[in-house]
């Protein structure tokens, strides 16, 4: 069965149509966190499918290193100088190097053929060390199953709505819009006294986790109710839905 991927819109697209302009907005969601700790004593880190460097930038410390690798040189030129930056189709990688740990990331793992996804484990597998760690970022299963045409999510300084779901077995088809906005000033029906809170509940960003950055700093979530929002403001909001 074959699996056709696309987009479109402004600027440059990987070959799977991702926009690499909206990579690089993305900000970190947290999606590390949980295992930085095992990663502290890994030296070497492999990470695959990094994107623009979203996740790299967190994976990189005092004495860890991090070979990234993705198939997109336009992803691959935003990555930070601190990390080692690979070309390459994941499923065929062959380095001579050998790493502590690999970070399967971007939700590749959710990919519908499961040869590629068996060729991406692959590619971990043998590019770690005897008690090597490999970690899979994953969608999470009950968005894929839910997610409906008409759901608004945020992501950075976009909505992203769902304009076509279906599904045939175990296989979701779906079909994404990007809608951005230049903070407050892109924001219709602003009025003084506006507030976080308000705000995502304008842009219908309540459901689920979701970060707020005004101005470059974060606003906690119990200060949402409060923290005014004034026209002017550069804003960031990243409703986290799918793991990735």
Not at 163 to 177: F, H, K, P
Request: proline content about 4%; some cysteine; glycine content about 12%.
């Amino acid at each position: 069965m074959t699996h056709e991927f696309s987009g479109a819109g402004p600027g440059a697209r990987t070959r799977d149509g991702c926009s690499v302009e909206l990579y690089r907005e993305l900000p970190y969601l947290g999606e590390l966190d949980d295992i930085l700790d095992e990663l502290r004593d890994r030296a070497r880190v492999l990470e695959l499918g990094c994107g623009t460097g979203r996740l790299t930038r967190r994976l990189i410390g005092p004495g860890r290193h991090v070979t990234a690798v993705d198939d997109s040189a336009d992803m691959l030129a935003a990555l930070p100088s601190e990390a080692t930056a690979v070309l390459a189709d994941i499923g065929r990688l062959d380095l001579a190097d050998r790493f502590d740990g690999a970070v399967l990331a971007n939700c590749l793992v959710n990919h519908p053929d499961a040869a590629v996804r068996a060729a991406f484990v692959g590619a971990a597998h043998r590019h770690l060390v005897p008690g090597g760690r490999l970690f899979v970022q994953r969608h999470d299963p009950q968005w894929l199953r839910n997610a409906r045409a008409g759901d608004v999510h945020g992501s950075g300084s976009s909505t992203i709505t769902v304009e076509q779901a279906s599904r045939s077995g175990d296989v979701v088809e779906m079909t994404l819009r990007y809608d951005k906005f230049a903070g407050s000033n892109g924001l219709k029906g602003l009025t003084e006294g506006l507030t976080v809170r308000a705000l995502l509940d304008h842009l219908a960003l309540t459901d689920g986790p979701v970060a707020v950055e005004i101005n470059r700093a974060i606003v906690p979530r119990a200060q949402h109710a409060e923290h005014p929002v004034a026209a002017g403001d550069a804003i960031e909001i990243v409703h986290f839905v799918g793991g990735g």
